[in-house]
Nanobody, 123 residues
């Protein structure tokens, strides 16, 4: 089993920045791909960014150029640097991980999830 814990959410004004962190524990050697996903009440969970074990990344079109995903395999951590935030970025953000190593870019591809951290961007 793998446990994921997110931190770093909060309230920020439009145009501001936040940095989310995800700490993994447990059977971390089983992890290959990781990702950040977000969900707004009443809507489906959507991909924000995915990253492979060798730090190749893909982003949703809505965040490309504003968000940066990274991971430190030695520390079993993953981060999401979010700049130029917009009110539309308001959501609960989840850290996800999977033993899979091929791009899937959908929530169903991930086996492990954190509890989520709220990000609220005011206009």
């Amino acid at each position: 089993q793998v446990q994921l814990v997110e931190s770093g959410g909060g309230l920020v004004q439009a145009g501001g920045s936040l940095r989310l962190s995800c700490a993994a524990s447990g059977n971390i050697r089983s992890i290959n791909n990781m990702g950040w996903y977000r969900q707004v009440p009443g809507k489906q969970r959507e991909m924000v960014a995915d990253i492979t074990s060798d730090n190749s990344a893909q982003y949703a079109a809505s965040v490309r150029g504003r968000f940066t995903i990274s991971r430190d395999n030695a520390k079993s951590t993953m981060t999401l640097q979010m700049n130029n935030l917009e009110p539309e970025d308001t959501a609960v953000y989840y850290c996800a991980a999977t033993p899979g190593n091929s791009w899937a870019l959908v929530p169903e591809a991930f086996d492990y999830w954190g509890q989520g951290t709220q990000v609220t961007v005011s206009s």
